[in-house]
């Protein structure tokens, strides 16, 4: 029996009653007449009591991610292992769908790497473990006097909805400022209006705090008070003397001793390259980067701008429109001519012609 799978009385849509044998390690192919119950028996039949084992055989915690599915109507199987399926349809070119999505097992994975993933430090490779309050102190008043620091909680993080709750319990206890999408707003004062249908994250302002001897309680007092109201996470903003900026965020669950370095309690969208939370934030989790090769687009760099070295990649973009007008200002703005050859230009303007000035 090891060697086969066996079904015995399948009922399931039009099946009547049926009972059959497969060879396990085998490619097989159910074929018939349209109706005749093939993806009844292979999907509705077969892959729902493999994937039904496998699911119950999981934690209730694990079951939330993944979909339950009904016992199909059969009377037993016999040999099944687990299944997954790949449903018949037109394949998607999508760069987000791929062979892990469209089978699940991509689910499967990510609840596995949160369930027994050991967190280390990118530093120095020592394992993560949770960060006391006067942990995070420490490291705060290690960056430096003189630095202004805003000590936030972070109350939703990349969530849809209007969230006209949250803010409102925000205010009800007594906190005026909240930071909404990266921008500062005064509760009562300006209008916080959110989109539904797009992600948003909420900080609570708790406390601005400049770095100087003795500033400790008062950071104390705000880091607890961020960590209850942010669910164990602290988010502080940094601006020094100098005019720098930075941000940090710390977690009384994990974060590591020496390098101060924090990250959130494991959980599934962490290894998802399909949330922000995980995709990489160079490539935003594609895979791949685009960008300009400058020998394509120049191929013949002894040509002036005006004589035609842009010309090809110009040709969609109305070169001789509001793309040239800024060129023209950019030229002005070098202090360089239009009909010098493309090779003898000025390294500076041709980065910035390629790339932008950066604002």
Known sequence: MANEIVIKGAKENNLKNISVRIPRDKFVVLTGLSGSGK????FDTIYAEGQRRYVESLSSYARQFLGQMEKPNVEYIEGLSPAISIDQKTTSKNPRSTVGTVTEIYDYLRLLYARIGIPHCPVCGREITSQSVDQIVDTLMDIGEGARLTIMAP????????????????????????RVDGEMKRIGDDEIKLEKTFRHSIDIVVDRVKIKEGAEARLAGAGELAIQNGEGLVRVQIQGDEGYEDEKIFSTKLACPEHGSSIEELEPRMFSFNSPFGACPECNGLGFIESIEPDEII??????????????FYASMEFKGFYKRMVTALAEDHGVSLDTPYEKLPKKFTKELLYGTGN
Do not use: C, M, Y
């Not at 109350?155 to 909240?178: L, P, S």
């Not at 191929?299 to 090809?312: M, Q």
């Open 39 to 42: 993806s009844s028996l292979a």
């Open 299 to 312: 191929p013949d760099k002894s040509k002036s701008i005006n004589g035609g070295a842009l010309n090809n």
């Open 155 to 178: 109350v939703i993080r990349e969530k849809k909805g209007t969230h006209e709750k949250v803010i409102g319990r925000i205010q009800r206890d007594g906190f005026t400022r909240v």
